[in-house]
């Protein structure tokens, strides 16, 4: 059942703190909006629908593309060999120019993905990156000694498999087309779907029959 909030209460509430000196980003993307504003290169609505966009971006997003490439080989080439325009045929929009490769898990390969520089990332297909992915030991370390990086997410690589590390770019971004669990014949792209997650796409794990909703109700 869906929570309930009383707004008839009259307790009060502690007024909302707001920073005493904004940072140095902070100033320069207020002053470049205003300026571009101002010149009538972009309006606020522009803006603002554009907040909108990047804000309706999730992991669940990239994981109907995981399924739809799961159950349909045809598009699956497709979608390895231009992995945007995979996504496009999906009505999946990009905001930017950024290419996407989309790097398939195999019995003989596993992909990890990494921004060494800074944090790019497929924001189209998967939203906003976790907090981890943009942190300098991961960054690091996923390219040193991405087996121990690995093992540390809990999984556990076989010496005869190859790990092939992939540093995204600010116009190449990666996503991971994790394999597909056995177990799951005959079930629905939806279905399929609910048990691909975010790390599965980075290639930090594998995708199990576990369905990330399924743990929660369980759980509650």
């Known amino acids: 059942?869906?929570?309930?909030h009383d707004h008839s209460h009259d307790h009060g509430h502690d007024p909302i703190e707001m920073a005493d000196v904004p940072g140095y980003y902070?100033?320069?993307e207020t002053a470049i909006r205003e300026l571009l504003i101002d010149k009538g290169?972009?309006?606020a609505n522009d803006i603002r629908r554009q907040i909108e966009v990047l804000d309706s971006r999730t992991p669940a997003v990239g994981a109907q593309v995981v399924a739809r490439a799961w159950t349909d080989f045809a598009f699956k080439e497709r979608l390895l060999a231009d992995g945007r325009a995979g996504c496009e045929e999906l009505g999946i929009t990009f905001y930017d120019d950024t290419q996407l490769i989309v790097l398939e898990n195999t019995d003989q390969v596993h992909n990890l993905i990494v921004c060494t520089l800074c944090s790019c990332y497929p924001r189209p297909v998967l939203g906003l990156p976790p907090d981890w992915y943009k942190?300098?030991?991961?960054?690091?370390r996923a390219?040193?000694?991405p087996r121990k990086v690995l093992a540390e997410f809990g999984t556990v690589i076989r010496d005869d498999v190859e790990i092939r590390v992939s540093d995204s770019t600010a116009v190449v971004r990666?996503?991971?087309l994790p394999r597909?669990?056995?177990g799951t014949d005959g079930w629905s792209t939806d279905a399929l779907a609910a048990i691909v997650t975010r790390d599965a796409m980075i290639g930090v794990v594998p995708v199990t029959l576990e369905s990330p909703l399924t743990l929660e109700n369980e759980a509650a």
Do not use: G, N, W
């Not at 059942?1 to 309930?4: P, Y």
């Not at 942190?135 to 690091?140: E, F, H, Q, S, V």
């Open 143 to 145: 390219v040193s000694e």
């Open 41 to 43: 290169l972009i309006t």
């Open 135 to 140: 942190l300098k030991p991961y960054r690091a």
């Open 1 to 4: 059942m869906a929570d309930q």
């Open 174 to 176: 990666y996503l991971v």
């Open 26 to 28: 902070e100033v320069m």
């Open 180 to 182: 597909r669990p056995a």
